[in-house]
């Protein structure tokens, strides 16, 4: 029978997580398997795959087939890498020093890609929040501006001519005539 590389379903609804799992082609899904690989959880941000590569490689090297997204993410965790450098070991073309010195430059480039990556979206995260933080101080002003211009009273301001100083002189006079009354 084939034996097949694949994901079997676990976890609760709309929650999902995958075990990587070695069956023959004919169980069912979630049915019986012949070794656990592994687990994916796409829920993570970025996705979370454990994996005993060796036991993929192994697999890998004794004719399982992957399903198509099994082997996007076995090969997002270079074990299909992997398995091409042990052919060519296998074959006489490299040495084995030679494929374990390969996967580990592939391997550190790797990380270096998923630490930019993470430093990028980390930077694009603070620049927004940063423009949402200074677009929300504008609208506050502005906002500000409006009530302060609403709740402002207006002061009357008498206005007294300079020409009825000089005459008051002479009124109060005649005013404290009638009060003497």
């Known amino acids: 029978m084939s034996v097949k590389i694949r994901l079997a379903r676990r976890g609760r609804k709309r929650r999902a997580i995958y075990d990587i799992v070695i069956a023959e082609s004919t169980s069912p899904r979630d049915g019986r398997f012949i070794e656990k690989i ?17 036991r993929a490689v192994y697999w890998l090297m004794v004719g399982a087939q992957p399903t198509d997204t099994a082997r996007s993410v076995l ?16 074959k006489g073309a490299i040495t084995q020093e030679q494929a374990d010195a390969k996967f580990t430059t592939w391997q550190e480039e790797k990380q270096g890609r998923k630490t930019g990556a993470a430093e990028t979206k980390s930077q694009s995260k603070e620049q927004d929040r940063a423009a949402r933080l200074e677009a929300e101080k504008k609208v506050n002003e502005a906002r500000a501006e409006a009530i302060a211009k609403k709740n402002k009273v207006e002061e009357p301001v008498a206005e007294t001519p ?7 002189e002479d009124a109060a006079p005649a005013e404290e005539a009638p009060a003497a009354e």
Not at 38 to 54: A, H, I, M, Q, R
Not at 162 to 168: D, T
């Open 162 to 168: 300079v020409a009825e100083e000089a005459p008051a």
């Open 75 to 90: 090969s997002h965790e270079g074990i299909m890498y992997r398995k091409h450098l042990q052919v060519g070991v296998n």
């Open 38 to 54: 592994g687990s994916y959880n796409p829920n993570t941000d970025p996705s979370t795959v454990v994996l005993k590569s060796e």
